[in-house]
C-alpha cells in the first residue's frame, strides 16, 4: 500500500479475501492516469516485492491497460480508470456467500 501510495496510485482499495477465497489473502485494486504511469507503478512494486524477499509474477505489462501482479498471498490490479469502470472488481467481490458485503478498505 506504500507502495502505491509513493507512486502515486489513485483510488486504491483494499478487499481481503481470507476466508472468502483461496486464491489471496488480500486483493488490492488502484489506478494510474495512463498507461505509462501504470506499466511505472507496476515495475516498482514488482521491483520493491523482490527486494523484501518476495516473489512477483507480473502479467499484462505490455499493454498496460490492467497489470496484475501475484505476490503471493497478495493481488495487486492496476489499471487505467475506464478499463477499472469497465472491469469492475469491487462490484464482483463486494457481496460474500452469507449475502453481506465484506470489508473494504480505502487507502
Given amino acids: 500500500m506504500k507502495s502505491l501510495d509513493d507512486d502515486q496510485a489513485q483510488d486504491v482499495v483494499s478487499i481481503p479475501l481470507a ?3 483461496n486464491i ?3 486483493m ?14 507496476a515495475q516498482k512494486l ?5 527486494q523484501a524477499g518476495g516473489t512477483a509474477r507480473v502479467e499484462g505489462l ?8 501475484d ?9 487505467r480508470p475506464e478499463v477499472r469502470s469497465f472491469y469492475n472488481l469491487e462490484r464482483m467481490w463486494a457481496v460474500d456467500e452469507e449475502g ?4 473494504v478498505v480505502e487507502a
Fill in 24 to 26: 489471496a489473502d488480500h
Fill in 28 to 41: 488490492v485494486i488502484a489506478e494510474g492516469r495512463s498507461t505509462r504511469q501504470v506499466a511505472a507503478i
Fill in 19 to 21: 476466508g472468502k477465497s
Fill in 100 to 103: 453481506e458485503a465484506p470489508e
Fill in 46 to 50: 514488482a521491483e520493491r516485492i523482490k
Fill in 62 to 69: 505490455a499493454n498496460a491497460d490492467w497489470v496484475l501482479i
Fill in 71 to 79: 505476490a503471493g498471498d497478495v493481488i495487486v490490479h492496476l489499471f
